[in-house]
């Protein structure tokens, strides 16, 4: 079980030289996403050589430009390069209508399945769930419908205490599958015993939690109680928390609160203004409120 | 008069980290058009600081994604730059409705005059013209609706002879507009002084010819003739002469053929496919038929 997630991009507004708008490449349990996708993005996938033909889904959080104007490149890209693995694709209503329009329009043969999800609730809701992870949505408050997405890994199987299951001479390798699920032991002479005796507990599952854009709200906290990496933005700082309202971002203190109370393993930020330079600022105005936050830069990497 | 080209990207297909899709930035007797607009058109505007807000006109060839799926992140940055001057915007039928709709969905409010010029002539056709600059429609054979664009800067006004005027004692310097409209002088007896006597021919309109993507058809070569500059694309070489058929691309070869039928001044080629490594091979192959030939790079100049 393994969460790797690297920034391609953390800033905000327009794509500049060494500025790039958002986007996540996120693998988790062997399944690779991508989450967001300014302009751009298929370029960065490159220059970090992450191997993009591998994204089986990518999660949008909302249309804003500088979350999504790389996309349809993108999936031309794939179409280029005659994929033929299923892309799906989880965004706001609307999603579906402006890549297929744009699709139409270069008269384009798509060659892969390629899934729309159009999300529209504006509760949390289970949008991705395979044997080993789960996606849920964390509904933000921003200018236009935007989703932050909750990545979870599932809690794997029992682990077998060999040394315990060795001194009952009757367990057979064929009953390990049994085990690791849970169940208890029934021996020969028709006494159990219980699974705990046998097994330890499974490793927890770790959690990924991206939240972008939104301004500071608190409903978001019991969805990401306790995960592992929080992803907050942080477009301002407090000097411009008025600003911040307005336009429906959050400050660096605001993402800081948020990840205090949600009790978050680690913060990280981005979606930093253009206006600063000093970015250091938004980690010191962090760190006042929750220690173990880090600024996101493009193709650096966290690892749980 | 004067005609300045600064090349964005000339690769084809995918954007790639060093090589960019189609963009040119052009100033036409100071007024500046962008011709078409790749993802990362707006980084490669930065770039090479070319002041991108000073555009007034962008000219799309066809709805290709390497053609234009960075119109859209333009646009946008022009909003959030406040941008009040009016853009006008030439291309294929389907344009506004792609772009308008990206609008629509991101909520953004748009601070300025956005007018779109929707063509879908098979012809030749005046398509801009002002005092100074006429741009017509080239049209070209591709996969879908193509035209190139010719950029012709009108001819000036005649020169005053000074010679000839100071001999001839009457002539005032309110009359120099007269004379440079091309109008004959009356002197005080009644006696007429023709035109081209105190006058000398106007410093010829240059021509920039810009043909990307099109298959070889010599049809264009009425449009184009004489023209100083063409750009004509040349995604592949002629080892390759049935998949650019098949394509609907050109060659290196066809391009200068094209030059040649054309007495161009001189050719400029790009476009090239990124099977390619050594594009000096182009640039070979095309002067063995037109030796004025020079390839395009990002950043690259040129100047009539």
């Known amino acids: 079980m393994s969460i790797n997630l690297t920034i391609l991009g953390c800033h905000s507004a327009t794509p500049r030289v060494n500025a790039h708008p958002t986007s996540q490449f996120l693998t988790i349990n062997n399944r690779t996403f991508l989450i967001d996708c300014g302009e751009g993005t298929q370029v ?27 996309l349809i490149g993108l999936i031309s890209t794939f179409m280029l390069h005659k994929r033929n693995q299923e892309l799906h694709i989880y965004g706001p209503k609307g999603i579906k209508e402006v890549i297929i329009l744009q ?53 794997g199987m029992r682990k077998l205490n060999m040394a ?32 705990d005796v046998l097994t330890l507990p499974p490793t927890q599952g770790k959690s990924y939690a991206f939240c972008s854009d939104t301004m500071y709200d608190e409903s978001i906290v ?47 930020i981005g979606h930093f203004s253009s206006r600063y330079t000093n970015l250091n600022d938004f980690k010191q105005e962090a760190q006042e409120v929750f220690k173990n936050t880090a600024l996101t830069s493009a193709g650096k990497e966290f690892q749980l």
């Open 44 to 70: 960065q996938l490159r220059k970090f050589k992450l191997g993009f033909t591998k994204i089986q889904c990518i999660f949008i959080s909302h249309l804003h430009g500088d979350h999504y104007f790389g």
């Open 103 to 155: 699709l139409k329009l270069s008269k384009t043969w798509i060659n892969f399945g390629l899934y729309f999800h159009e999300l529209t609730s504006k509760s949390s809701e289970l949008i991705y769930e395979d044997e080993k992870v789960e996606v849920h949505t964390i509904p933000l408050k921003h200018r236009v419908y935007t989703n932050g997405f909750l990545f979870k890994e599932k809690e």
């Open 164 to 195: 315990k299951i060795i001194k009952q001479n009757e367990i057979d390798v064929c009953d390990y599958r049994n085990l690791q699920l849970g169940k208890d032991f029934i021996k020969e002479d028709g006494s159990l015993v219980k699974n």
């Open 222 to 268: 019991p969805i990401i109680k306790n995960c592992d990496l929080l992803y907050h933005e942080t477009t301002f700082l407090k000097d411009l928390k008025e600003l911040a309202k307005t336009t429906m971002h959050s400050t660096a203190f605001e993402a800081a609160t948020i990840a205090k109370m949600a009790e978050a393993k680690q913060l990280i």
